[in-house]
């Protein structure tokens, strides 16, 4: 069964530097997508970033980027010029389709607070 | 768009009551989720569904049933409600044609007494 184990379960940067969360998955699949979703006190989960498996290129959306290590199965987002509006929960998830099953599983997540 | 809606918001619940979390998406998804999330559990996947008429368990299915007679609509039934499942229940959808990004509702905050 796949497995996504984010080990941080907080952390803290000031406001302007750079912070890296990890996140690592367990799998038999080839193909599949990792995904990072942020949740902020609002609740609502929001996607942030996400990779396909297939591609060798690292997944990077403005500030935020990931560095995809498929052999060693690690998927770590790195924020840059972190904001006051970054405070949140960030979960790394995974979605495997090879047996036609769809099936999304989430870490624990990493509670990131950015400090002023 | 409204994109993925859920009712109720907020619900209180006696043990042994039963109840439905309706959840709704106008963006013809054929996949759609249920999910519930526990502080330090991160979400755990309860059913899902890759199209109307097709429904799965995921990992936590006991406790609950679902269906999934329309494209629009998956609504998660609470059978005899346990203080165990107190929890925020979230809604998602997506298709394939978008990579597989998750739309999520804004969450159900249920808590059984």
């Known amino acids: 069964a796949q497995t996504v184990t984010q080990s941080q379960p907080e952390m803290s940067v000031q406001e302007a530097e750079t912070v890296t969360l990890s996140c690592t998955y367990d799998?038999?699949?080839?193909?599949?997508?990792l995904f990072w979703y942020k949740q902020p006190p609002s609740r609502q989960m929001i996607l942030v970033i996400r990779?396909?498996?297939?591609?060798?290129q690292n997944a990077t959306e403005n500030r935020f980027s990931v560095n995809f290590q498929k052999a060693a199965k690690s998927f770590s987002l790195k924020i840059s010029d972190s904001q006051l509006g970054d405070t949140a929960m960030y979960f790394c998830a995974f979605m495997g389709g090879a047996s036609g099953t769809y099936k999304y599983i989430f870490g624990t997540g990493t509670r990131l607070k950015v400090l002023a | 768009n409204a994109g993925v809606t859920q009712t109720p918001k907020f619900q209180v619940l006696k043990t042994g009551q039963s109840m439905t979390l309706q959840c709704a998406q106008d963006m013809n998804h054929e996949y759609m989720s249920w999910y519930r999330q526990d502080p330090g559990m991160g979400l755990r996947l309860i059913h899902y569904?890759?199209?109307?008429?097709?429904?799965d368990q995921g990992e936590v299915p006991n406790g609950y049933n679902v269906s999934r007679s329309t494209t629009e609509d998956f609504p998660l039934r609470l059978l005899s409600a346990a203080p165990s499942q107190t929890s925020v229940y979230f809604c998602a959808s997506s298709w394939t044609g978008d990579r597989y990004e998750q739309y999520f509702g804004p969450g159900t905050r249920l808590t059984v007494t």
């Open positions: 799998t038999s699949e080839n193909n599949y997508y």
């Open positions: 569904s890759v199209g109307a008429g097709i429904t």
């Open positions: 990779q396909e498996a297939y591609k060798q």
